[in-house]
């Protein structure tokens, strides 16, 4: 690269948890700037995961977490040519690259859902993820499955 790579912004930890892990996710959430809209949708969707969660012992924000834990890949797929063939080489990911590859499968299929509001939509996806259901969670295990087919290509890494 020609230029020095970009210093890391630190990020404001939210007005409601304190956590910069939920102004990350409200930051991917947000569309056309308007991050008020999407911090109100967020706690919204965590107000429904609260009223809706079985177990008792845990806080929505906590159901949340174990719900991004849940998608976060730990291998992917990264393809490379080796003399005119394409392999697909399983590499590990770097810890903040699980985090936000996380968020953006959780957020594209909440998306995707056919509840009323996205509130709605991001409560119900929270949830089938912190039971380890739903369409995020099925795209970790199938990241994880391309990954352990292509096993045999790893010693390509590069």
Known sequence: ???????????????????QLVTRFVNMMMLDGKKSIAFKVFYDAIAIVEEKKTDE?????????????NVMPHVEVRSRRVGGATFQIPMQIRPDRKISTAIKWML?????????????KLAAEILAAA??????????VDTHKMAEANKAFSHFRF
Do not use: H
């Not at 259901?133 to 970790?140: D, H």
């Open 1 to 19: 690269m020609r230029k020095k790579q970009a210093k890391k912004r630190p990020l404001l930890p939210d007005p409601k948890f304190n956590d």
């Open 57 to 69: 012992e845990k806080t929505a924000l906590e159901v949340w977490k174990d719900a991004l834990s």
């Open 108 to 120: 594209s299929y909440a998306r995707k859902r056919n509840e009323k509001s996205m509130a709605q």
């Open 131 to 140: 039971k380890e259901e739903g369409a995020a969670v099925k795209k970790r």
